[in-house]
């Protein structure tokens, strides 16, 4: 994790550490990176509702969550840059 309080960052060098750094050594840009995770979100957010619905009613999303969780983990796997 970025040491905000680093007394050699400048302004734009704590800016990039905070929000560039990141995505760059992923090989995104800001908002290509900013989609992806936003929609990784939306998927897990996905999984741990079916996952909820299933922990009261087991008959109901029985595959839901684990089938997300594998599909997520293959984007991962799958992607260029390195891992994150």
Same mark, same amino acid.
């Given at each position: 994790?970025?040491? &905000? %309080?680093?007394?050699?960052?400048?302004? !734009? !060098? #704590? @800016?990039?550490? @905070?929000?560039?750094?990141?995505?760059? %050594?992923? +090989? +995104?840009? =800001? $908002? +290509?990176?900013?989609?992806?995770? /936003? !929609? $990784?979100? $939306?998927? @897990? *957010?996905?999984?741990?509702? *079916? /996952? *909820?619905?299933?922990?009261?009613?087991? /008959? @109901?999303? +029985?595959?839901? /969550? %684990?089938?997300?969780?594998?599909? #997520? =983990?293959?984007? &991962?796997?799958?992607?260029? !840059?390195?891992?994150?």
């Amino acid at each position: 994790m970025t040491q &905000i %309080s680093d007394p050699e960052r400048s302004r !734009g !060098g #704590l @800016l990039s550490a @905070l929000f560039l750094d990141h995505p760059a %050594s992923v +090989e +995104e840009s =800001y $908002f +290509e990176h900013m989609r992806f995770a /936003a !929609g $990784f979100a $939306f998927w @897990l *957010a996905l999984a741990a509702g *079916a /996952a *909820a619905v299933h922990a009261v009613i087991p /008959a @109901l999303c +029985e595959t839901t /969550a %684990s089938r997300i969780v594998r599909r #997520l =983990y293959a984007r &991962i796997e799958n992607r260029g !840059g390195q891992p994150h």
